[in-house]
């Protein structure tokens, strides 16, 4: 079991920057990545990392805007939002899984979220 803890949520103005972190410890050999939920709406993927840090994925909805990054020696994955706009408004999860590097699927690990707003 991995225990996740997320932190750098914030109130931002659009266009300007966020940088999430999620602190690991456990069992942390595993890919990790950040999921969010906006309110009335579904938990949707955001990005992945392998466990190795060699691989990425994103959604459509933040490529060019987001960057996920591990720093395994430190036991932490960050997520660099840039160009952030209204529509990213959302509690944001760190997650980890440890078969699918794209998806996470299926989630083994789920942090308490940070929520993030962004004002226009």
């Known amino acids: 079991q991995v225990q996740l803890v997320e932190s750098g949520g914030g109130l931002v103005q659009a266009g300007g920057s966020l940088r999430l972190s999620c602190a690991a410890s456990?069992?942390?050999?595993?890919?990790m990545g950040w999921f969010r939920q906006a309110p009335g709406k579904e938990r949707e993927f955001v990005a992945a990392?392998?466990?190795?840090?060699?691989?990425?994925n994103y959604a459509d909805s933040v490529k060019g805007r987001f960057t996920i990054s591990r720093d395994n020696a430190k036991n932490t994955v960050s997520l660099q939002m840039n160009s952030l706009k209204p529509e990213d408004t959302a509690v944001y999860y760190c997650?980890?899984?440890?078969?699918?590097?794209?998806?996470?699927?299926?989630?083994?690990?789920w942090g308490q979220g940070t929520q993030v707003t962004v004002h226009s």
């Open positions: 456990g069992r942390t050999f595993r890919n």
């Open positions: 997650a980890a899984g440890y078969l699918s590097a794209t998806t996470l699927d299926p989630i083994s690990d």
């Open positions: 990392i392998s466990w190795t840090g060699g691989f990425t």
